[in-house]
């Protein structure tokens, strides 16, 4: 009789749950957030700023027309970069957008800076997160989760509210 690995890795695990959530493109976006300047460059990352993705889109905000149209040139090996860190085919175009980038300072030099522009989780995004979470057996993994899922979910429903910018539907 063969034998049956009955463990799986949690990595395995949180894939399959967050396919079965419909959380894969948000997880690529706090990806994209994190790793910008390793996934895009350091040149590409100091003149754009990953937005979101919608319907297998990632909308790209670059800092000018100039960028933009450099960019467009550059497209298919951007894409080819995004989708081989995600792990899988999540961002299938890239829509680019003239805006303005915030200049977010190094994880590396300061200690974690990035999370001094992460709104803190809303109530409410704890309570959907842990819902969410509930099924999960591990307490110290359900904990961690919610909180991911939490901080997602303030920093969206945070950038729909800023002026001058449509609701997400």
Request: no cysteine.
């Amino acid at each position: 009789m063969p034998y049956r690995h009955f463990f799986f890795s949690v990595s395995s695990v949180l894939t399959k749950l967050a396919k079965r959530l419909g959380l894969e493109a948000k997880l690529l976006e706090a990806q994209l957030r994190r790793h910008w300047p390793e996934i895009a460059g350091e040149q590409i990352a100091a003149h754009t700023r990953p937005d979101q993705i919608r319907f297998k889109k990632l909308h790209l905000i670059v800092a000018n027309s100039v960028w933009l149209q450099q960019l467009t040139f550059l497209k298919p090996t951007l894409l080819q970069k995004i989708n081989e860190a995600a792990g899988s085919e999540i961002v299938a175009d890239i829509l680019f957008r003239v805006g303005e980038i915030e200049q977010v300072k190094s994880e590396k030099g300061t200690g974690g800076a990035e999370e001094s522009h992460r709104p803190a989780p809303t109530a409410d995004a704890v309570a959907e997160a842990a819902s969410h979470a509930a099924s999960i057996k591990d307490p110290e993994l359900r904990a961690r989760l919610t909180e991911v899922m939490a901080e997602a979910l303030s920093h969206q429903s945070a950038a729909s509210d800023r002026p001058g910018r449509r609701p997400r539907t």
